[in-house]
């Protein structure tokens, strides 16, 4: 069963930059599909990025030009660099993964948190206006 830690989280100001990193505990990402989601308290788990395993990655309209989803599979390791931060950036944010690897998925379901069954326990991300 996969295990997943992020980190890279923070305070930074608006217009700054952060990357967090999601470290899984054998190579779940180079047989999983992935993805980055955020959570503001009262509010509904919001997937904002997906990778596949052949890297094809899909984003939330929210975030697309401003967040890259990336992965080293030598690592074990999955990526989010957060450019151009935003007050309404900040939330709690969970990397996830799920054993499928149809090149389809990602882009269909990849944004869906329902359809993940392995979850990080989530890194802050405070932006600051």
């Known amino acids: 069963q996969a295990s997943l830690v992020e980190s890279g989280g923070g305070s930074v100001q608006s217009g700054g930059s952060l990357t967090l990193s999601c470290q899984a505990s054998?190579?779940?990402?180079?047989?999983?599909?992935a993805g980055w989601f955020r959570q503001v308290p009262g509010k509904e788990l919001e997937g904002i990025a997906a990778?596949?395993?052949?890297?094809?990655?899909s984003y939330a309209d929210s975030v697309k030009g401003r967040f890259t989803i990336s992965k080293d599979n030598a690592k074990n390791t999955l990526y989010l660099q957060m450019n151009s931060l935003k007050p309404e950036d900040t939330a709690m944010y969970y990397c996830?993964?799920?054993?499928?690897?149809?090149?389809?998925?990602?882009?269909?379901?990849?944004?869906?948190?329902?359809?993940?069954?392995?979850w990080g326990q989530g890194t802050q991300v405070t932006v600051s206006s």
């Open positions: 990778i596949d395993t052949d890297g094809l990655t």
């Open positions: 054998d190579d779940t990402f180079s047989f999983y599909c």
């Open positions: 996830a993964a799920v054993a499928v690897g149809s090149r389809a998925w990602v882009g269909n379901f990849g944004l869906d948190a329902s359809k993940y069954n392995y």
